[in-house]
């Protein structure tokens, strides 16, 4: 076990991660210049470790061979140690993990990495159990002094390889993107649709938010069977599992089966902010009260268990408690019992809870598999009787699992991930109406504004005390799109203008005149053995797509010809990625539907002018950009009207005048 008769240098550091490993005997030192100097002058190899706060395995290679005197006495005589947050450091965790894909074919967490004195790694892997690793380090080091031109030949021939990774050129011949090619992507997407359970075929089963958002914006414009139900499925089933929170709400990470019923247990701010923006999406189109249901449970668990006092929010919740994975949420059927008396059993029928178990050790997670109203039919009951009895078993177990021993909160404050629970809180309030949703969204972002905005313009990655660590273009990226969301339900000028600007500066700072795409990383970040650029969308879109839309979206307000050619160029130079691997590029299709689709600027005048832009974006429409008269604001200028009017605009030309909502939906369907 950890003890703390030993400190290193991870004491300074704020992030929880690697004051997790402060006291561990292992001479661990942080990313930084002292430590990559040490390696080059003591001619050392480096361990460089990455983990998170919430990785189960993280945790258990630090109990069992961080916090072991025998390991470290190998790593501290032989190698320089360096402990990275992923979440702090993405950019690093990308370079490594590609060279973790590039020699063993997968990747995940802990990562860890073998690197020459000059910092040109040569081993990449994963999770190892004590001897493993011990051995590892002993065959490495032994190599390293024997025959150092091997390990040299090989960083060599890893660093050739991670460039070929990242080649992408500039397209500067015309690619026309038309519905029929979406079309086709769209069907073979589908050969990987789960009909039955919803999401993607297979385990482990991951929520695809990215994915989820396209294909309703692709609805939108196209009535497609499939995609509708595929849809529907998936966030029934995910709001049903155990992937979901039963008792208390908000997502876990990922479902280890098919079925989305048991979970791996962590809760991170991006799922619950991205989910809340694709249930609210649907919840739009569709009314269905259980995606309601799932958005103000979510909202409720995130401002209870992750929002800071200052108005931020925290990164996530561990997967374990009292180190046992998953210890806080699951029950026995004869504690559930005890707790609910007679109402037990109907309890434990819904939620599949048996005297076996359905996880470990005779324990339960809570899951459904039918709806209420099956349940009731199967089961010859009233549905208010169902109803009454689950929501009071809930509240007794929520009630007694608060007196358990909680699960760790990893209590960074991130620009990014806050950005996305900004936009998610913004949608959540445009489907449902609830203003305390819209007052969240506000209070996180007048936080980040003061904490996060640099005085040269520039933004800081970690919110946590004082700002630090400077921001990466994913903190860019996603602060401008929550932004612009914000302006649209406020019609608050200092939201857009503040997007401009931070397009402005990331376009000064990370832009790429070569490709035309962005860098991940600042030009006033310290070099890395390659400067990288994110392309393909995973549970989190590629900071480049988000980019790419962002300046679709700004072009329109600020009447922008470089911006709409920016965007095209970049959707250009990564068309032939996207249409050969297109669910791994879900957000650059949702930019495509732009070119493809017609889409539209919006200006609101006049007398109510805030009352008509809430009755217009109670309904999901993804190709209309909102904007409230205002000098500051270009497409907006000299509309200022004292009777309500409304203005539908297109490729900078403007309708005339109209007067009422349904005037204006009446036109829109002409068009």
Known sequence: MNTKNYTNALAKETSPYLLMHAHNPVYWYPWRREALSMAKEQNKLMVISIGYAACHWCHVMEEESFSDKEVAAVMNKNFISIKIDREERPDLDQLFMDVAHLTTGKGGWPLNIIALPDGRPIFAGTYFQKRQWTNLLREIHLLFKKSPERLNQLALEIKQGIERMDLVGLVKESVLFTAETMDKIIDAWKSNFDLEWGGNKGAPKFPMPVEYKFLLSYLFKKSDDDVG???????????????????????????????????????????????????????????????????????????????????????????????????????????????????????????????????????????????????????????????????????????????RVRPTLDDKILTSWNAIIIKGLVHAYRATGNKSYLQNAIHASLFVKEKAIKEDGGLWRSLKGKGSINAFLDDYALLIDAWIDLYQVTFDDQWLLEAHALSEYATCHFFNEDNQLFYYTSVLDDPLMIRKSELSDNVIPASNSVMAIN?????????????????????????????????????????????????????????????????????????????????????????????????????????????????????????
Not at 231 to 254: H, K, N, P
Not at 378 to 385: F, G, K, L, T
Not at 610 to 639: M, T, W
Not at 647 to 663: D, V
């Open 229 to 403: 139900r595929y849809i529907d499925l998936s966030l029934t089933r995910m709001a049903w599992g155990g992937i979901y929170d039963q008792v208390g709400g908000g997502f876990s990470r990922y479902a280890v089966d098919t079925y989305w019923k048991i979970p791996h247990f962590e809760k991170m701010l991006y799922d619950q902010g991205q989910l809340l923006e694709v249930y609210a999406n649907a919840y739009q189109l569709t009314q269905n009260p259980l995606f309601k249901k799932v958005i103000e449970q979510t909202v409720d668990f995130v401002n209870r268990e992750l929002k800071s006092p200052e108005g931020g929010y925290y990164a996530s919740l561990d997967a374990d408690s009292e180190g046992v994975e998953g210890k806080y949420y699951v029950w026995t059927k004869k504690e559930v019992e005890e707790l609910l008396g007679s109402d037990g059993g109907l309890f434990c029928l819904f939620f599949n809870i048996s005297n076996e178990g359905n996880w470990e050790d005779g324990k339960n997670v809570l899951f459904q598999t039918i709806s209420e109203d099956e349940f009731c039919e199967r089961h010859q009951m009233e549905r208010e009787s169902l109803d009454s009895v689950i929501k009071t078993g809930k509240q007794k177990l929520f009630d007694a699992r608060n007196r």
């Open 551 to 671: 300046h679709f979206r700004l072009s329109k307000y600020f009447l922008n010809k470089e911006g709409y050619q920016t965007s095209l160029q970049m959707l250009k130079n990564v068309s032939g990625k996207i249409d050969s691997h297109g669910k791994y590029y879900a957000n650059w299709q949702r930019l495509k539907l732009y070119f493809i689709h017609e889409n539209y600027e919006l200006v609101i005048s006049g007398k109510g002018k805030e009352k008509a832009r809430d009755e217009f974006l109670v309904d999901f429409n993804p190709y209309v950009f909102v904007a409230g008269q205002s000098e500051l604001i270009p497409v907006a200028r000299n509309k200022n009207c004292k009777e309500l009017t409304f203005y539908l605009c297109k490729n900078n030309s403007c309708s005339l005048p109209i007067h009422s909502i349904l005037g204006l939906k009446r036109m829109m369907r002409q068009e």
